[in-house]
């Protein structure tokens, strides 16, 4: 059969229109089909025709020409032959037969195409309420685990998937692995949370404030496990933030490893996983420690790097915005076996963007410890809205944590016992009122013990604590500026015989 298509139809016509100009009178050109013109598309005649008949199960459609006019030209069209004869150029081009009970238009879809129509559809919406049932399904069958194992007994696909990528590394290699570190912020969050479950828990060896810190073991290894208690959700969720989205990995700040959210018992845990220090925070370790000078100025020179690292914006895409801690104690820095401290919870920090001028303070209803607390901060006459305000709080910190750290220092044979600043000015836990009177109104400082003023390192200790702690903030040292002077005192000790490395590690230490 020769379809009419969008092809052969403008050919039809064109041939008819040369038709019309080339015929003779009485001669008429035909559109002429299937066997009747072996190759030609037209004929000539006196009368040109359609016809259609079924022969043998298939409907068969002729065009041609006629030389006189047929008794089934003017016969009746029955449901199994018709045929129409028309006297004009190519006057069969349109002329259509429809026979009868023919029910569809002979140019509509066939029955055929009619369910491939309908069924085709139906089909895909089947297969897509199929999908929908097997997802809504699997969500169910998650969150059931979710409230019904513990953290450490979950075993869901997504583990054992990201499992076999966790597979043998250890945390080490884990962490500066690009494939997993991505950004370099910190690992990808299933990693993370699959890091976590894979914990398990040890001993309890801190409470804190607002949680339990506990040594856990992973693949053998040891890591810290702060929980959070839910009423420092928020303490959890900043320091979560500042951890995946800022580069800290620094010598001088405790090594994040993952954070973890799960529902035990239809109540929140938080989890946060770092690097495990078994000397403690360096509140644990002055009680029972005695330090020589250079110990000494090795724990202080360590801890005014971690609080340069955070107080500086580094731009670039290895960058990062600038932070203040806003809870800087020797309870929140931890020594490392080598001596160097690490500083801890970024639960209160701040951050901010110069570039951007952002600053970002979170909204952790939490405030500071008030022993350590600024002046400004006691007396309620801090700018919030000025992202220097906050570094100059961590100063006035970091000048208590000092003195903590000298009065631990022997000179002369003499040492003092470990005491918390302003020890013998407030109670044991002292009230906001208690630490205003002593730190605004009566403007008193921890005493420095006399015998620090014979020791060189010392007394240049001395002199640093004293500008840290300026009334006004504007007139304290700098971050930066204490860690230059600190090294400076560091270059006139021999390096250590047994870290030789210490003082060459870091070529801005
Ligand atoms: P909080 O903020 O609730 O006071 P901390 O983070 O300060 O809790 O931790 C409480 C105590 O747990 C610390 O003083 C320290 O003794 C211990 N601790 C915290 N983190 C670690 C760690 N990474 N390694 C070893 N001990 C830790
Ligand atoms: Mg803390």
């Given at each position: ?9 403008p ?8 038709g ?9 050109n035909?559109?002429c089909m299937k066997?009747l ?7 000539s ?11 043998d199960g298939?409907?068969?459609h002729?065009k041609g ?7 089934l030209?003017?016969g ?10 028309c ?11 429809q026979l ?8 509509g ?14 089909f ?6 199929i999908l ?13 685990r ?6 450490n007994?979950?075993g869901?696909?997504d583990?054992?998937?990201k ?5 043998d590394?250890?945390?080490?290699v884990?962490?500066?692995d690009?494939?997993?570190t991505?950004?370099?912020s910190g ?9 976590a479950?894979q ?7 801190g409470?804190?404030?607002y949680?339990e ?6 693949h053998g290894e040891?890591?810290a496990?702060k929980?959070f208690s839910?009423?420092d959700e928020?303490s ?7 951890y995946?989205t800022?580069l ?17 018992n239809?109540?929140t ?8 220090h078994?000397?403690g ?5 002055l ?7 250079e110990t000494c100025?090795?724990l202080?020179?360590?801890i ?5 690292h955070?107080h500086?914006e580094i731009f670039?895409?290895q960058g990062?915005p ?5 809870d800087?104690?020797?309870r929140?820095i ?6 160097q401290c ?5 639960g ?14 979170g909204?952790?209803?939490r405030v500071?410890t008030k022993?350590?607390?600024a002046p400004?901060v006691?007396d309620?006459?801090i700018?919030?809205d000025?992202?220097?305000s906050f ?11 000092l003195w903590e ?7 002369n044979?003499?040492i003092?016992d470990y005491?918390?600043?302003?020890f013998?000015?407030v109670?044991?836990d002292?009230?906001?009122e208690?630490?205003?009177k002593v730190?605004?109104i009566?403007?008193?400082?921890p ?6 003023f014979?020791?060189p390192?010392?007394?240049?200790l001395?002199?640093?604590m004293k500008e840290?702690?300026?009334q006004?903030?504007p007139a304290?040292l700098?971050?930066?500026r204490i860690?230059k ?6 270059n ?18």
């Amino acid at each position: 059969m020769l379809p009419q298509t969008a092809i052969t139809r403008p050919l039809l016509v064109i041939l008819c229109l040369v038709g019309n100009i080339t015929l003779t009178a009485g001669q008429l050109n035909c559109v002429c089909m299937k066997s009747l013109c072996s190759e030609n598309l037209t004929c000539s005649g006196d009368w040109c025709f359609v016809s259609k008949h079924w022969q043998d199960g298939e409907m068969i459609h002729k065009k041609g020409c006629l030389k006189e006019e047929t008794e089934l030209c003017r016969g009746s069209i029955t449901k199994n032959y018709g045929m129409k004869c028309c006297q004009g150029n190519m006057c069969n081009l349109d002329l259509s037969i429809q026979l009868t009970g023919e029910n569809l238009p002979e140019e509509g879809p066939s029955l055929k195409n009619l369910l491939l129509m309908i069924l085709v559809p139906l089909f895909a919406i089947l297969i897509l309420i199929i999908l929908v049932g097997l997802f809504v399904w699997k969500l169910a069958l998650r969150r059931r685990r979710h409230m019904t194992f513990g953290p450490n007994e979950l075993g869901d696909v997504d583990f054992m998937l990201k499992t076999s990528l966790v597979g043998d590394s250890t945390l080490e290699v884990l962490l500066n692995d690009d494939c997993t570190t991505g950004s370099g912020s910190g690992l990808p969050f299933l990693v993370q949370r699959t890091v976590a479950r894979q914990i398990t828990l040890v001993e309890c060896v801190g409470k804190g404030r607002y949680g339990e810190v506990w040594r856990g073991t992973w693949h053998g290894e040891n890591v810290a496990v702060k929980i959070f208690s839910s009423r420092d959700e928020q303490s959890w969720f900043r320091e979560t933030e500042i951890y995946n989205t800022v580069l800290l990995r620094h010598d001088n700040i405790l090594g994040f490893i993952a954070s973890d959210m799960t529902s035990r018992n239809s109540s929140t845990q938080l989890w946060l996983i770092t690097h495990y220090h078994e000397h403690g925070s360096l509140y644990d370790y002055l009680q029972c420690t005695v330090l020589d000078a250079e110990t000494c100025l090795r724990l202080a020179t360590s801890i005014i790097c971690g609080l340069v690292h955070l107080h500086v914006e580094i731009f670039g895409t290895q960058g990062k915005p600038a932070i203040a801690h806003r809870d800087l104690k020797s309870r929140n820095i931890l020594v490392k076996n080598n001596k160097q401290c690490c500083i801890a919870d970024l639960g209160l920090a701040v951050m901010h963007s110069q570039s951007s001028d952002y600053l970002d303070i979170g909204n952790n209803p939490r405030v500071g410890t008030k022993r350590y607390m600024a002046p400004e901060v006691l007396d309620e006459q801090i700018r919030m809205d000025c992202f220097e305000s906050f570094k100059r709080t961590d100063i006035w910190a970091f000048g208590l944590v000092l003195w903590e750290i000298a009065r631990r220092t022997v000179v002369n044979g003499i040492i003092e016992d470990y005491k918390p600043p302003f020890f013998d000015l407030v109670p044991v836990d002292p009230s906001f009122e208690d630490m205003k009177k002593v730190v605004c109104i009566d403007q008193q400082t921890p005493t420095i013990p006399n015998r620090m003023f014979s020791d060189p390192t010392l007394s240049a200790l001395a002199k640093i604590m004293k500008e840290c702690w300026f009334q006004s903030p504007p007139a304290r040292l700098t971050a930066l500026r204490i860690k230059k002077t600190l090294k400076k005192l560091s270059n006139s000790f021999h390096k250590p015989k047994h870290s030789p490395n210490f003082w060459d590690q870091r070529s801005d230490f």
